[in-house]
């Protein structure tokens, strides 16, 4: 199973991104689908799981109301879509897939899941 991030970029504060994770090896129609994000000299942290059989996505507090985790199972493709960034949304961003459904206490846990993109590189600056 592989992921492979995309879409990251250069963007002043204020605009929009549409982050890509695309699976081969396995769909991402199933299990738990999150994507995380690593900023600067900071661990990484949760921003958003999915559960797709099942509940609502689970966002984190940074995340809410600007960021919506969504899918294409067509293309088996899981993205991120990120309005009015912040300079602070600045990290790399990973996306990441459980093959199970996680219990919402798990969702913001690294270790939960099993297999792990690349990463891409959002830059949030004027």
């Known amino acids: 199973v592989q992921l492979q991030a995309s879409g990251g970029g250069v963007v002043q504060p204020g605009a929009s991104l549409r982050l890509s994770c695309t699976g081969s090896?396995?769909?991402?129609?199933?299990?738990?689908t999150a994507w995380f994000r690593q900023a600067p000299g900071k661990e990484r942290e949760f921003v958003v799981g999915r559960r797709w059989s099942f509940g609502s996505p689970v966002y984190a507090d940074s995340a809410k109301g600007r960021f919506t985790i969504s899918r294409d199972n067509a293309k088996n493709t899981v993205y991120l879509q990120m309005n009015s960034l912040r300079p602070e949304d600045t990290a790399v961003y990973y996306c990441?897939?459980?093959?199970?459904?996680?219990?919402?206490?798990?969702?913001?846990?690294?270790?939960?899941?099993?297999?792990w993109g690349q990463g891409t590189q959002v830059t949030v600056s004027s």
């Open positions: 090896g396995r769909t991402l129609s199933t299990g738990t």
């Open positions: 990441a897939l459980a093959q199970g459904n996680l219990i919402q206490s798990s969702l913001n846990k690294e270790l939960s899941y099993d297999y």
